[in-house]
């Protein structure tokens, strides 16, 4: 069964700070992972996609590798701001027969102006 | 983009009584639809997937006679949780995933549950 792991459960940076977030998986047959941002008491935003044939993905500030044979992924925010704040997720997508997904339990980010 | 809606956003309700939250697709047709709960500070778990027309899988744990789930047409889901108890207070999330792109999820805003 797929475990997910996120270190740090908690963060807190001063503004302007770049900083990553780590994931790590125990199953590394999946067939994509994803990184999330949820703010308090609302869904889940996603923010990247990584296919497991691919290494890294970009968007903005953000960008996100993925290591499938070490079972790691980490998820780089550039230049922080306090509107980064919020729990970041990442959830892996299994390729096997369970086709769902599988959530790490989350790093609290609190950018500090 | 494709777009997720919950309903309510927030409920609080007697112990014992019954409550009904509306999952639904606004801009695309979802043949599975996937609940989740979030209790504070954790992670998302998976309790069910539902598909359109058919009885909803449930995951090991979860009472498939009190978490009802129906998944009528292509577009609306729901979960009723029936007699419900403080320790059913939660956050309660759901997903769609497109006809056509069956690897990605789109996420509603959540429901808040509160059992007093």
């Known amino acids: 069964k797929q475990e997910v792991t996120q270190i740090p459960a908690a963060l807190s940076v001063p503004e302007g700070e770049n900083l990553v977030l780590n994931c790590s998986f125990t199953?590394?047959?999946?067939?994509?992972l994803q990184w999330f941002r949820q703010d308090p008491g609302k869904g889940l935003t996603s923010l990247l996609l990584?296919?497991?044939?691919?290494r890294e993905q970009t968007s903005g500030r953000l960008n996100a590798s993925l290591d499938k044979s070490s079972g790691r992924s980490t998820l780089y925010i550039a230049a922080s701001q306090p509107g980064d704040s919020a729990t970041y997720l990442c959830?892996?997508?299994?390729?096997?027969?369970?086709?769902?997904?599988?959530f790490g339990s989350g790093t609290q980010l609190t950018v500090l102006p | 983009g494709a777009v997720v809606s919950q309903h309510p956003s927030r409920v609080i309700c007697k112990s014992g009584t019954s409550v009904k939250i509306e999952c639904r697709s606004l801009?695309?047709?979802?043949?599975?639809m996937f609940w989740y709960r979030q209790f504070p500070k954790k992670s998302l778990m998976l309790m069910a997937t539902?598909?359109?027309?058919?009885?909803?899988?449930?995951e090991q744990g979860v009472e498939k006679d009190k978490f009802l789930i129906n998944h009528a047409s292509l577009t609306l889901s729901t979960l009723t949780v029936t007699s419900a108890h403080p320790e059913d207070s939660s956050f309660y999330i759901c997903?769609?995933?497109?006809?056509?792109?069956?690897?990605?999820?789109?996420f509603g805003p959540g429901t808040r549950l509160l059992v007093l």
């Open positions: 997903s769609a995933r497109d006809l056509n792109t069956w690897e990605t999820q789109y």
């Open positions: 199953d590394s047959a999946i067939y994509n």
């Open positions: 990584i296919q497991s044939s691919q």
């Open positions: 959830a892996t997508f299994s390729s096997g027969s369970a086709r769902q997904l599988t």
């Open positions: 801009d695309f047709q979802a043949t599975t």
């Open positions: 539902s598909n359109e027309g058919s009885k909803a899988t449930y």
